[in-house]
C-alpha cells in the first residue's frame, strides 16, 4: 500500500513533461515495477508522479547495420525481443539479459530504460548494454545529451542523470555480427535478481573477434572488465590464456556479502563463468 498522497500526471507530448519534470520531487514513471515497489515501501515519496508512457516520441524503434539500434524509453521489455527479431540476430547477449528479467509479467510493464533509471547493480540488461557499447540518449527542457553507457552509473541507485533530465532512447552501435551469452546465477530458478550476472559477447567472431565481458552483482555498478579485454585480445584462446583472462575478471571485481550470496562465492563465479561461457561458444582451443 502506498501510503501518502502525490499528483499522477500523463502528459502527451515530450515539451509538456520536460516543463512538469522541472519541478522539484517529481518522479518519471515506465512500467512502474521498481518505482511503485519503492514507493509502496516509502524509500520514495514522489509529489508527482509523470506518466511517460502517453508521449508516442519515446516508442520507437529503428534499425539498420549502418545507423545501428535505436529504442524509446517506453520500449517494453518482452516488445523488444518478441517484436524486434533483429535485437535475438544482432545484439544476442541483450537478447537473453532481457529474457532473465523477472517473469513473463514483469517483463510485459518493464523497461530497459526503466531497468537502467534505477540503477540496481544487479540490473540485468546492463551488461549486455555494456558489451554493446550502448549510448543512452538524455534529454531535459534545457536541451539533449548522449551519455556512453560506462559512464552512467555513478553508484546503487544513482546515475549522472541530473533534475528535470530523462532517458530519452538508448542507442546501440552495430558493430558487426556477434554471438554471445548471458548467464545470471540467482537463488532461485523463478524470480530473483542476480546473485552475480555475466555478459560475454564476441564481436565479429570469425574476424578480428573483439571478446567483451561486463557483470552485474559484483561492484556497486554493473561494471565492464576492459583490462580484460585487451589482455585477450589477438591471443589464441588456449587454456591458458583463457584461465588468465578469466583470472584478471575475478581480480577486477569488489563484490559483497549479502542475502543473495557471498562475496567469497561471487569471486570464484567471477572466475569460473568467462570459461564456462567461452566453452559453451566452441571458443577454447582445449588440448588434443
Ligand atoms: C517481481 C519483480 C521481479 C524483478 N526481477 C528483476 C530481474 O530479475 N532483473 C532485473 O534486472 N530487474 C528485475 N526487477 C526490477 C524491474 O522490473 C526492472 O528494473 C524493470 O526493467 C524496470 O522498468 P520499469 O519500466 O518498470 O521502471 P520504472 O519502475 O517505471 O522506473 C524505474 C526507475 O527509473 C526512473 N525512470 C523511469 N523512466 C525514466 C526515464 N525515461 N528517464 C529517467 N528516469 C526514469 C523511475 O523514476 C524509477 O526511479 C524486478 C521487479 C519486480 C517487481
Given at each position: 500500500?502506498?501510503?501518502?498522497?502525490?499528483?499522477?500526471?500523463?502528459?502527451?507530448?515530450?515539451?509538456?513533461?520536460?516543463?512538469?519534470?522541472?519541478?522539484?520531487n517529481?518522479?518519471?514513471?515506465?512500467?512502474?515495477?521498481?518505482?511503485?515497489?519503492?514507493?509502496?515501501a516509502?524509500?520514495?515519496?514522489?509529489?508527482?508522479?509523470?506518466?511517460?508512457?502517453?508521449?508516442?516520441?519515446?516508442?520507437?524503434?529503428?534499425?539498420?547495420?549502418?545507423?545501428?539500434?535505436t529504442?524509446g524509453?517506453?520500449?517494453k521489455l518482452?516488445?523488444?525481443i518478441?517484436?524486434?527479431?533483429?535485437?535475438?540476430?544482432?545484439?544476442p547477449?541483450?537478447?537473453?539479459?532481457?529474457?532473465?528479467?523477472?517473469?513473463?509479467?514483469?517483463?510485459?510493464?518493464?523497461?530497459?530504460?526503466g531497468?537502467?533509471?534505477?540503477?540496481?547493480?544487479?540490473?540485468?540488461?546492463?551488461?549486455a548494454?555494456?558489451?554493446?557499447n550502448?549510448?543512452?540518449?538524455?534529454?531535459?527542457?534545457?536541451?539533449?545529451?548522449?551519455?556512453?553507457?560506462?559512464?552512467?552509473?555513478?553508484?546503487?541507485?544513482?546515475?549522472?542523470?541530473?533534475?528535470?533530465?530523462?532517458?530519452?532512447?538508448?542507442?546501440?552501435?552495430?558493430?558487426?555480427?556477434?554471438?554471445?551469452r548471458?548467464?545470471?546465477?540467482?537463488?532461485?530458478?523463478?524470480?530473483?535478481?542476480?546473485?552475480i550476472?555475466?555478459?560475454?559477447?564476441?564481436?565479429?567472431?570469425?574476424?578480428k573477434?573483439?571478446?567483451?565481458v561486463?557483470?552485474?552483482?559484483?561492484a556497486?555498478t554493473?561494471?565492464?572488465i576492459?583490462?580484460?579485454?585487451?589482455?585477450?585480445?589477438?591471443k589464441?584462446l588456449?587454456?591458458?590464456?583463457?584461465?588468465?583472462?578469466a583470472?584478471?575478471?575475478?581480480?577486477?571485481?569488489?563484490?559483497?556479502?549479502?542475502?543473495?550470496?557471498?562475496a567469497?562465492?561471487?569471486?570464484r563465479?567471477?572466475?569460473?563463468?568467462?570459461?564456462?561461457?567461452?566453452?559453451e561458444?566452441?571458443?577454447?582451443?582445449e588440448?588434443?
Amino acid at each position: 500500500m502506498i501510503t501518502f498522497s502525490y499528483d499522477y500526471v500523463k502528459p502527451k507530448s515530450l515539451d509538456e513533461a520536460l516543463e512538469i519534470l522541472d519541478q522539484e520531487n517529481v518522479y518519471p514513471i515506465l512500467g512502474g515495477t521498481d518505482l511503485i515497489v519503492k514507493m509502496r515501501a516509502s524509500v520514495i515519496k514522489p509529489r508527482t508522479v509523470i506518466d511517460l508512457k502517453g508521449i508516442d516520441e519515446l516508442f520507437n524503434v529503428d534499425f539498420s547495420k549502418e545507423k545501428g539500434l535505436t529504442f524509446g524509453a517506453g520500449i517494453k521489455l518482452n516488445v523488444l525481443i518478441e517484436e524486434f527479431d533483429y535485437v535475438k540476430e544482432y545484439y544476442p547477449t541483450l537478447f537473453q539479459g532481457i529474457r532473465v528479467v523477472g517473469g513473463y509479467q514483469t517483463r510485459n510493464r518493464g523497461t530497459v530504460v526503466g531497468n537502467l533509471c534505477n540503477a540496481s547493480p544487479a540490473s540485468d540488461t546492463a551488461p549486455a548494454l555494456l558489451t554493446y557499447n550502448a549510448e543512452l540518449n538524455i534529454i531535459s527542457k534545457k536541451g539533449e545529451r548522449t551519455v556512453k553507457i560506462t559512464e552512467f552509473f555513478k553508484g546503487p541507485g544513482k546515475t549522472v542523470l541530473e533534475k528535470g533530465e530523462i532517458v530519452k532512447s538508448v542507442h546501440i552501435p552495430f558493430e558487426g555480427e556477434s554471438i554471445g551469452r548471458y548467464y545470471k546465477i540467482s537463488r532461485i530458478k523463478a524470480v530473483d535478481l542476480a546473485t552475480i550476472g555475466m555478459a560475454l559477447t564476441v564481436i565479429d567472431p570469425n574476424g578480428k573477434r573483439e571478446i567483451r565481458v561486463a557483470l552485474a552483482s559484483v561492484a556497486p555498478t554493473p561494471i565492464r572488465i576492459f583490462e580484460a579485454e585487451e589482455f585477450i585480445k589477438g591471443k589464441e584462446l588456449t587454456m591458458e590464456n583463457v584461465e588468465q583472462f578469466a583470472q584478471i575478471i575475478q581480480d577486477s571485481v569488489n563484490p559483497i556479502t549479502d542475502a543473495r550470496g557471498t562475496a567469497e562465492y561471487r569471486k570464484r563465479m567471477a572466475k569460473i563463468l568467462p570459461i564456462k561461457l567461452l566453452r559453451e561458444m566452441n571458443m577454447i582451443k582445449e588440448g588434443l
